[in-house]
């Protein structure tokens, strides 16, 4: 073979499924036809596993009706994304009045199709948010309920910070603010 080698997939669905990731193909006498086979498409990742099929091709069969059963009546939901915007929240002593709160990360869940639609959430914040305000600082929460079953929960973080008033930063506040009067 001059130093080459080829490798076959004994799985037929990487060649014939959208969105197969792969997985393995396994038979022995007394186990059978068997397999576990993976797929992704819109962000939802399954695994389907057949045991102990008669035959080649009603191992493929199996897993393709299963995989296909779970495409067609589940989704995965994104609840929140990294960095986007929420609310704003109100800040005691602070150089500003607010601080804008963002989502600290990425969620989701699986969820059936039929019930996509009844996702809520609860926004909790802390109490008392006051300066000073780091960016990234943790001053709430998110918890994301289907049927009210939660499913998900996120923080919110601050998107900017924000100083704590002084009497410096007070007198600069005062200035600025006569200053900008007199215009």
């Given at each position: 073979?001059?130093?080459?080698?080829?490798?076959?997939?004994?799985?037929?669905?990487?060649r014939?499924?959208?969105g197969?990731?792969?997985?393995?193909?396994?038979?022995?006498?007394?186990?059978?036809?068997?397999?576990?086979?993976?797929?992704?498409?819109?962000?939802?990742?399954?695994?389907?596993?057949?045991?102990?099929?008669?035959?080649?091709?009603?191992?493929?069969?199996?897993?393709?009706?299963?995989?296909?059963?779970?495409?067609?009546?589940?989704?995965?939901?994104k609840?929140s994304t990294?960095?986007?915007?929420?609310?704003?929240?109100?800040?005691?002593?602070?150089?500003?009045?607010?601080?804008n709160?963002?989502?600290?990360?990425?969620?989701?869940?699986?969820?059936?199709?039929?019930?996509?639609?009844?996702?809520?959430?609860?926004?909790t914040?802390?109490?008392?948010?006051?300066?000073?305000?780091?960016?990234?600082?943790?001053?709430?929460?998110?918890?994301?309920y289907?049927?009210?079953?939660?499913?998900?929960?996120?923080?919110?973080?601050a998107?900017?910070?924000?100083?704590k008033?002084?009497?410096?930063?007070?007198?600069?506040?005062i200035?600025?603010?006569?200053?900008?009067?007199?215009?």
């Open positions: 073979m001059n130093g080459k080698s080829e490798l076959t997939n004994t799985n037929k669905l990487v014939t499924y959208q197969c990731t792969g997985l393995k193909t396994g038979s022995t006498s007394l186990a059978l036809y068997n397999l576990s086979a993976s797929a992704t498409r819109n962000d939802l990742s399954l695994i389907a596993v057949v045991l102990k099929g008669p035959t080649s091709e009603i191992r493929f069969s199996e897993a393709k009706k299963l995989l296909d059963y779970g495409f067609a009546n589940f989704s995965y939901t609840t990294a960095g986007d915007f929420l609310q704003t929240a109100d800040v005691q002593k602070g150089t500003t009045q607010n601080v709160l963002v989502y600290q990360s990425d969620s989701g869940a699986l969820v059936k199709n039929s019930e996509n639609g009844n996702i809520t959430s609860e926004v914040l802390n109490e008392n948010i006051s300066a000073p305000i780091a960016v990234g600082d943790v001053l709430g929460n998110v918890n994301f289907l049927n009210d079953e939660q499913i998900a929960s996120v923080n919110l973080v998107e900017n910070s924000v100083d008033i002084t009497v410096m930063n007070l007198f600069g506040m200035t600025e603010f006569w200053a900008n009067l007199f215009r």
